[in-house]
């Protein structure tokens, strides 16, 4: 299945996410304890060097030095020390015995406990419920006999030295042996706590002269020397600083000695707390890739939805332009080209529509040429025939009595041949124009009206009427040819009306249009009288039947018109006659 751009970005945050948090446990596991004992020596080498500094500015008094040497003690949480160079191996072996004597003292006690020197110890580190962290040193025999491990909550009576190291006396009520050691010094606690860690197999370090602490490196920075230590199997670890100075005169050294010993228990701080550091910034990294995906994948599938749309030729949808980044200038890109293919589209739709045009007009053309030949090579067959033949009898001789009658049937036909051809003429270009019409608004009652005066002459010798009615309106229309297409159903209406009838012309009101009808009295119209009387040449009585007068083409004329101006038009039959009509 096809993956969206929002789950891709949201993965890909997120995983991101979770691999920086990955990384920075790991980093802070693995290095932040060498990170935070190198930040702490570089902070006291500062610190000294400052104190030369203002030392050698103040020229202070040695009951000031000494002042300022104990609030360099407080504030650094050090133990400092001024000594002559050539006692400086003493000076610095009684500091480190000081800061430590009650340590050895307990390891001491341990080691004289037990007069094996190969034997064999376990490291307990504990942490109470106030997450204060110990270790203690106990056998491996007592250990196997406690039946203890990690995990386990044990109830423990001891005496606890300068550096959180405690000689038990008494485990889960278990006298220890190391309580038959008389050199074991200081305040005695009694705790409930778990054991968070077990380190076995260990022997604890043969003492070489005083010293119990072993040197894990050696350096230099801006003229202070300085000397990492710690006990082993421990975390117990020490700094010691030296620099010289000039006092008095007289070359000194300044010791200072801290504990590095904070610091493990900052890590163990730290790790107990990963597991909440790691739920919340999984649910942090949640909530912000969430956010982060959403917010850019938005515009995005926005953007996307608008591309399709304008692929289906949709270009009413306009995208927001505010952005300054690369998705709005894509968005003013897409706008840009939605405008430019617009109006490429609506000018080749321009085109094709004039092509579509031109070509149907040459089709209109085309076949109003070959039904102008067709129509009237079959019309004018007759009245040339007859022309022909009353022409050749006057040729001839035949009839010389009746000259003047076949000179008068020879221009009757002539007559009957021009009208043909002006009528055929005007359907082809109805035909042509199509809907090319100038058209204005007409008073269509006023037209009516006047063209009904110029039938007069017409009516009187057939003895017909006009019923002339209704609601008359405007017409938009072309002012010719509307007038030659009503000219032409009145002259059908009076050719085919019975003797002594009246024509009914009206207009009817059907909602907002009119509808114009000219009804006459005559033989009722079949079926296919209705469709076939808009063709050329048809006639009621029988197709080119030459008893009933005219050229067959009044009506078509009138279709030709009527759809020019896109209008409806139809007949129907009454009781006694057939009614034409269109609308306007």
């Not at 072993?214 to 030296?242: A, F």
């Not at 009413?316 to 894509?330: C, P, V, Y």
């Amino acid at each position: 299945m096809k993956k969206s751009i929002s789950y891709k970005l949201f993965s890909a945050i997120f995983v991101g996410f979770i691999l920086l948090i990955a990384v920075l446990v790991i980093a802070l596991n693995i290095y932040f304890s060498q990170y935070y004992e190198q930040a702490k020596i570089n902070q006291l080498i500062n610190a000294i060097n400052q104190f030369e500094v203002d030392y050698e500015l103040n020229n202070w008094s040695n009951d000031e030095l000494y002042r300022q040497l104990d609030l360099f003690s407080v504030n650094n949480n050090v133990t400092i020390s001024v000594a002559d160079e050539v006692n400086e191996e003493r000076e610095e072996r009684e500091e480190r015995e000081k800061e430590d004597k009650n340590t050895e003292e307990e390891i001491d006690g341990i080691e004289e406990s037990h007069n094996d020197e190969k034997a064999k110890y376990v490291l307990l580190t504990i942490v109470e419920s106030d997450n204060n962290y110990y270790d203690l040193f106990i056998t491996s025999e007592e250990y196997d006999n406690l039946n203890i491990q990690q995990g386990d909550w044990i109830d423990l009576e001891g005496v606890i030295g300068e550096n959180d190291v405690i000689t038990p006396i008494h485990m889960n009520s278990v006298v220890m042996d190391v309580n038959n050691n008389e050199n074991i010094k200081g305040d005695i606690i009694n705790i409930y706590a778990q054991i968070i860690s077990v380190k076995e197999n260990l022997t604890l370090p043969s003492k070489t002269g005083d010293e119990i602490f072993s040197i894990q490196e050696t350096g230099s920075k801006s003229d202070v020397i300085y000397t990492i230590s710690e006990i082993p199997h421990t975390d117990i670890r020490q700094v010691e600083l030296r620099r010289a100075i000039r006092i008095n005169g007289s070359d000194k050294y300044l010791y200072v000695l801290a504990s590095l010993q904070p610091i493990s228990e900052t890590v163990r701080v730290l790790t107990s707390f990963y597991p909440y550091m790691l739920l919340f910034s999984l649910i942090a990294s949640l909530i912000l890739a969430f956010i982060h995906s959403f917010w850019v994948s938005r515009p995005i599938i926005t953007i996307n939805n608008a591309a399709n749309k304008m692929a289906h030729l949709d270009f009413d949808i306009k995208l927001e332009e505010s952005r300054s980044d690369e998705l709005g200038q894509l968005s003013r890109s897409l706008n840009s080209m939605s405008k430019s293919l617009e109006r490429s589209i609506n000018e080749l739709t321009k085109a094709k529509d004039q092509l579509q045009e031109d070509y149907d007009l040459e089709v209109r053309r085309q076949k109003a040429q070959h039904e102008f030949v067709a129509n009237a090579s079959h019309e004018l067959k007759t009245p040339i025939g007859i022309i022909r033949g009353y022409a050749e009898g006057i040729r001839d001789g035949v009839g010389k009595d009746h000259t003047e009658e076949y000179v008068d049937a020879i221009v009757e036909e002539s007559k009957k041949m021009d009208d043909l051809v002006q009528s055929m003429l005007q359907i082809s270009k109805f035909d042509l124009l199509g809907n090319k019409l100038t058209k204005e608004d007409m008073d269509l009652e006023v037209m009516v009206f006047n063209l009904i005066q110029s039938f007069e002459h017409m009516l009187s010798d057939r003895g017909l009427l006009i019923d002339f009615s209704g609601e008359w309106g405007h017409i938009n229309c072309e002012e010719k040819m509307m007038k030659s297409a009503i000219q032409n159903l009145m002259s059908n209406a009076i050719k085919y009306a019975d003797d002594n009838s009246i024509i009914k012309i009206r207009s009817i009101m059907y909602d907002t249009q009119h509808k114009f009808e000219i009804e006459n009295c005559c033989e009722s119209f079949t079926e296919e009288d209705k469709v076939r009387v808009w063709e050329k040449f048809y006639k009621k009585d029988l197709s080119h039947n030459r008893e009933v007068d005219g050229t067959g083409l009044g009506l078509s004329i009138v279709k030709s018109i009527i759809e020019a101006h896109e209008l409806k038009y139809g007949v129907y039959n009454v009781n006694d006659g057939v009614v034409f009509w269109f609308s306007y």
